[in-house]
């Protein structure tokens, strides 16, 4: 199975998916006329940084993750975005098959802070596969799909964009330890506050009012939850 051969054909968002999820199609091709039975394909998918060009905005999002844009040549290394496993069906010389990733919009990963900070362009990804394949014309033969079989895919910035829009409509993400979630419940709960952007407005604005500085590398929110942990010891 040294000789196949696998290409990206496109990526796309599933728009009936329960949580985000990108499709990336895949055409696996096989020497002419082999018939290959099935094949228990994984994918390791990175995303290769230094495969393209930055604007000064998203270079400025990505400060956090690589440094200044003069150190990018040490910094700016290979990002892991995920890992998925499809079976693909029987096929003779050539087939295509949809290998589902399901993602995450947690902006404590490194991968979404990286595609979270480019507004135009696309994505330089890399699909790394392995596997075992089942195939013969006589009976099953079953060899292991070497490691180094890779493609290159260059998503479009858009097709992530209108991913998390599709599920995370006009919103962020934000997560937060155990306790500082107990207290921010404990304060709606005693405030009677409708939702929880009602409740981080009403923390913002009881910060501003106290007058107090936020610390500079925080923003205006570690002031706020400092006031919610002071009220709650009182």
Request: with cysteine; glycine share 10%.
């Amino acid at each position: 199975m040294s000789e196949l051969r696998f290409t990206c054909v496109g990526v796309r968002a599933e728009p009936y998916a329960a949580g985000p999820t990108l499709v990336f199609r895949v055409r696996i091709t096989a020497p002419p006329g082999e018939r290959v039975h099935a094949l228990a394909l994984r994918c390791q998918i990175r995303i290769e940084p230094a495969r393209r060009r930055y604007e000064d905005a998203e270079a400025e999002g990505l400060g956090d993750l690589f440094g200044v844009r003069s150190r990018w040549g040490s910094t700016m290394h290979p990002v892991q975005f995920a890992q998925a496993s499809v079976v693909v069906p029987g096929f003779t010389g050539e087939g295509e098959v949809d290998l589902p990733v399901p993602c995450t919009y947690d902006m404590d990963i490194a991968a979404t802070r990286y595609l979270d900070a480019l507004t135009q362009g696309e994505v330089p990804f890399l699909l790394l596969f392995s596997g075992t394949a089942f195939h013969g014309a006589g009976g099953f033969e079953v060899h292991p799909v070497p490691w180094d079989k890779e493609a290159v895919c260059r998503m479009p910035v858009a097709v992530w964009r209108e991913m998390v829009e599709q599920h995370f409509p006009g919103c962020g993400w934000l997560r937060l330890p155990r306790s500082a979630m107990d207290e921010l419940l404990a304060y709606r709960s005693r405030h009677a506050l409708p939702s929880w952007e009602a409740t981080v407005r009403a923390l913002l604005e009881s910060a501003d009012r106290g007058g107090r500085q936020a610390p500079a590398t925080g923003g205006p929110l570690p002031a706020a939850l400092a006031t919610l942990t002071e009220e709650a010891g009182a």
